[in-house]
């Protein structure tokens, strides 16, 4: 059972950057792609960012530019680097690992929220 740990999370103000991290408990390159999604109060969850096995990024339009994944082999950790936050990215962030085969996991979320 493949376990996914993300920290990072917290408050910041507008304008703010925090970087997450999800920290995986077998090899990133195992996954076929590693993502982090969000999930706002009263909101469905939906994509932010995907790093696949290859090294392509792909990202939601509302991050785009201000939002990187990458990601740490050495580490078996992706991250999220977060910048010019506003209070629309206040949200659970939930890192997903999808396998080759079988379901994919997901760690526990970590809040991050935007208020000044």
């Known amino acids: 059972q493949v376990q996914l740990v993300e920290s990072g999370g917290g408050l910041v103000q507008p304008g703010g950057s925090l970087r997450l991290s999800c920290a995986a408990s077998a090899s990133i390159f195992s996954f076929v792609a590693m993502d982090w999604y969000r999930q706002a109060p009263g909101k469905q969850r939906n994509l932010v960012a995907r790093i696949t096995s290859g090294g392509s990024t792909n990202y939601a339009g509302s991050v785009k530019g201000r939002f990187t994944i990458s990601r740490d082999s050495a580490k078996n950790t992706v991250y999220l680097q977060m910048n010019s936050l506003t209070p629309e990215d206040t949200a659970v962030y939930s890192c997903?690992?999808?396998?080759?085969?079988?379901?994919?996991?997901w760690g526990q979320g970590t809040q991050v929220t935007v208020s000044s």
């Open positions: 997903n690992a999808r396998p080759t085969w079988g379901s994919a996991y």
